[in-house]
């Protein structure tokens, strides 16, 4: 379990001269930096990036007045004491390291770099005795929520190797990087980190505690902050939401995410279909989200399996290869696989590797 922190956070508006002088002194150096770090994220690197981060992170966190900004807010809807939050603030630490990481994410790579790195032997394998360990969890979860064990596993597989890695940077450094030193998400992670901090209040855990992703991502299932507050549950009874080392309420917290993102039982998720003519490209250009029902799809060049409901909409993906390219009819659950990582990549790994888990549980 994690460390339990008591926090004692009450309202204060004690918001001393000196942050007010700090505020205006700052601001317009702010805002400069601001463009000239959007400016660099547009243009440059991810090495060259990081390089820069770390010169415009020179200067401590809570020289920064858009953090006290946010304290304020903190202090005004959340009733945290202010004095507590610049003491906590203190303590965290702006990493370039982590800018330079989400300026190049795996989801950039071509399908044919990305699919090998989740579907190898040894996530397939573990994928399986994941699930034989869990057998009972995952066939209550799929009682209770509709999801399919495999799809569970997969999504712990590929999200931490079934809780082998959940991360090593402090969630409180991470969320503060991208929050306050990294504008294309600012507002994103902002959102973020208010939902962190009202996240270990409720859940009494020390805020500079918990570590995860490079992005603020948590637990064997990696949820952001918002995700656990929403999706999060006790799925063993015990009192607690524990996502860092309880995987009975990763899986259960897992399979309400899909619920709750409208996962529809018994529905297929992807076909691979052919193409010809160049219309179809049509359809790849509407994007993941399905809209058009499968019988428009012929008219298109695209072959529609006879299994298929015709009335059912869907996309048209294609995926790159080092060869011809794959297309891949996706189905409304393959939608909902996106809400968990907003890529088709990512989806489609899980889908794929999802099967190959299950073929080798059901023949070991």
């Given amino acids: 379990m994690q460390q339990v922190y008591r926090p004692s956070f009450y309202h204060d508006k004690d918001i001393t001269d000196s942050f007010i002088g700090i505020i205006h002194e700052t601001y317009r150096l702010t805002i400069m930096k601001k463009r000239f770090f959007h400016l660099l994220t547009t243009l440059l690197p991810a090495t060259v990036l990081a390089s820069a981060s770390g010169s415009l992170m020179a200067k401590e966190l809570t020289d920064n007045p858009e953090l006290h900004t946010f304290i304020n807010k903190m202090v005004e809807q959340h009733q945290f004491n202010s004095k507590r939050l610049v003491r906590l603030f203190k303590q965290a630490k702006l990493q370039p390291d982590i800018v330079a990481a989400i300026s190049k994410p795996a989801e950039g790579k071509p399908w044919y770099q990305y ?45 931490t190797r079934y809780g082998g890695y959940t991360g090593k940077h402090r969630v409180i450094d991470s969320l503060a990087t991208l929050a306050f030193d990294y504008p294309p998400r600012s507002k994103f992670f902002t959102s973020e980190l208010e939902q962190y901090l009202l996240m270990t209040r409720e859940e009494q855990i020390d805020p500079l505690s918990l570590k995860g992703s490079y992005a603020g991502a948590m637990g064997i299932p990696q949820f952001i902050s918002s995700s656990y507050r929403n999706y999060a549950v006790d799925f063993d009874h015990d009192g607690h939401r524990n996502l860092w080392d309880n995987p009975v309420d990763a899986i259960g917290s897992v399979a309400n995410y899909f619920k709750q993102h409208g996962w529809k039982p018994g529905e297929p998720i992807a076909v691979q279909t052919h193409v010809s003519g160049n219309k179809y490209r049509e359809l790849v250009k509407k994007g993941m989200k399905p809209q058009l029902p499968l019988a428009e799809f012929s008219g298109f060049g695209v072959q529609v399996p006879e299994q298929l409901d015709e009335n059912q909409p869907a996309a048209l993906l294609e995926f790159e290869t080092e060869g011809i ?25 899980v889908y794929q590797l999802s099967n190959e888990i299950r073929k080798q549980w059901e023949h070991k």
């Fill in 115 to 159: 699919r090998p790195i989740f579907l190898t032997e040894k996530r397939i394998k573990g994928g399986a005795s994941f699930w034989d360990e869990h057998a009972e969890t995952l066939a209550r979860a799929e009682q209770e929520y509709g999801v399919p064990a495999e799809i569970i596993v997969a999504i712990i597989g590929v999200e």
């Fill in 325 to 349: 390219p794959e297309f891949w009819l996706g189905l409304h659950n393959f939608y909902v696989i996106t809400r968990y990582n907003h890529s088709p990549l990512y989806a489609m790994a």
